[in-house]
T-cell receptor, first 115, second 110 residues
Framework: SAVISQKPSRDICQRGTSLTIQCQVD?????MFWYRQQPGQSLTLIAT?????????ESGFVIDKFPISRPNLTFSTLTVSNMSPEDSSIYLC????????????FGPGTRLTVL | RKEVEQDPGPFNVPEGATVAFNCTYS??????FFWYRQDCRKEPKLLMS???SGNEDGRFTAQLNRASQYISLLIRDSKLSDSATYLC???????????FGTGTRLQVFP
């Protein structure tokens, strides 16, 4: 299984500011994924981060709001830009444990509160 | 209609009980199926993959009915530690995206 870490684990931010979340995987993976879990809800995919190319965003999510970097095969960042209270959520990254794996393992999440 | 639908519960059961969760999915091109478990304020963790032939892991049994687009999870001899939210997850053929159901909350009481 892949071991995935995220930083920060939690943050409280003022509206209008931006926060960058880091995700580190202990092995090289082709794809990494970013999800959002709003209070009391299930997970929603924000985007797929591929190394060497632009991220692929799901409907309802745009690059200007959630820019993603993927500089190498073990690391990705998600920035939540110009935050509003509606962005208060848990943000999780994930990756498959291997190139042929269908399942994904998740990082511990970043709990974001926007005041 | 949501792509993956689950009864949100909560299911409140005594220790030792048998409980079953159901899940339906709308995309017939779905290829891979999973049950994840999520504890309060934690990330989802893979409980088991679900295969067409059905599979069992200790007290947990998962079944898949492709014709009805239906997935189930059976937990026998429930333990207090089984209390969590169980997420039905589907992956469509030829994509890498996981689609999550809303989750079914289980509370096992003494």
């Amino acid at each position: 299984s892949a071991v995935i870490s995220q930083k920060p684990s939690r943050d409280i931010c003022q509206r209008g500011t931006s926060l960058t979340i880091q995700c580190q995987v202990d092995s090289q993976v082709t794809m990494m994924f970013w999800y959002r879990q709003q209070p009391g809800q299930s997970l929603t995919l924000i985007a797929t981060a591929n190394q060497g190319s632009e991220a692929t965003y799901e409907s309802g999510f745009v690059i200007d709001k959630f820019p993603i970097s993927r500089p190498n095969l073990t690391f990705s960042t998600l920035t939540v830009s110009n935050m509003s209270p509606e962005d208060s959520s848990i943000y999780l990254c994930s990756a498959p444990p291997g190139p042929a794996a269908n399942e994904q393992f998740f990082g511990p999440g970043t709990r974001l509160t926007v005041l | 209609r949501k792509e993956v639908e689950q009864d949100p519960g909560p299911f409140n059961v005594p220790e030792g009980a048998t409980v079953a969760f159901n899940c339906t999915y709308s995309n017939s091109a779905s290829q891979s199926f999973f049950w994840y478990r999520q504890d309060c304020r934690k990330e989802p963790k893979l409980l088991m993959s679900v295969y067409s032939s059905g599979n069992e892991d200790g007290r947990f049994t998962a079944q898949l009915n492709r014709a009805s687009q239906y997935i189930s999870l059976l937990i026998r001899d429930s333990k207090l530690s089984d209390s969590a939210t169980y997420l039905c997850v589907v992956k469509t053929y030829n994509t890498d995206k996981l689609i999550f159901g809303t989750g079914t909350r289980l509370q096992v009481f003494p």
